[in-house]
C-alpha cells in the first residue's frame, strides 16, 4: 500500500506562485498514475492535473491549463505541482493520489475510484 506526503501550500496573493510536492513511497512501479486533485468548501473534489510517469504525459483540468506544470524528480520520489498565475478561484485542499497502472490496466483518468492511495492534503488560499 502506498503512502503519499504532500506539502508546500500556503497563502499567496491573486498572480502569485506556489509548488506543491507529494513524496510517494511504498511503490516500486515506474508505470504509475500521479494525480493532483482539489477540494474547496461545500465543493467535489476535482482533478487538476494526471501524470503517467513512464511517458511524462499529463492530463490537464481545462481551469489550469498553461498555468500549472507537472514534474517528477525520481531520485527523491516526489511529483511536483508548480502553479503560477494562481486565481483566488484556485483556493482548495490540494491532494496527491497515486495509481499503479500495471494494476488497474489504465491511467489518465479523473475517476477518482481509479486511485489507490491518498495524501492528507495541503491548502493553498489565493487572496484578491
Known amino acids: 500500500q502506498g503512502h503519499l506526503v504532500e506539502s508546500g501550500g500556503g497563502s499567496v496573493q491573486a498572480g502569485g506562485s506556489l509548488r506543491l510536492a507529494c513524496v510517494v513511497s511504498?511503490?516500486?512501479?515506474?508505470?504509475?498514475?500521479m494525480g493532483w486533485f482539489r477540494q474547496a468548501p461545500g465543493k467535489e473534489r476535482e482533478g487538476v492535473a494526471i501524470?503517467?510517469?513512464?511517458?511524462?504525459?499529463?492530463l490537464w483540468a481545462n481551469s489550469v491549463k498553461g498555468r500549472f506544470t507537472v514534474s517528477q524528480d525520481n531520485a527523491k520520489n516526489t511529483i511536483y505541482l508548480q502553479m503560477h498565475s494562481l486565481e483566488p478561484e484556485d483556493t482548495a485542499m490540494y491532494y496527491c493520489?497515486?495509481?499503479?497502472?500495471?494494476?488497474?490496466?489504465?491511467?489518465?483518468?479523473?475517476?477518482?475510484?481509479?486511485?489507490?492511495?491518498w495524501g492528507q492534503g495541503t491548502q493553498v488560499t489565493v487572496s484578491s
Open positions: 501524470l503517467y510517469t513512464y511517458t511524462n504525459i499529463t
Open positions: 511504498g511503490y516500486t512501479s515506474s508505470r504509475m498514475c
Open positions: 493520489a497515486a495509481a499503479d497502472s500495471r494494476l488497474s490496466g489504465t491511467c489518465l483518468t479523473w475517476d477518482r475510484t481509479h486511485y489507490t492511495a
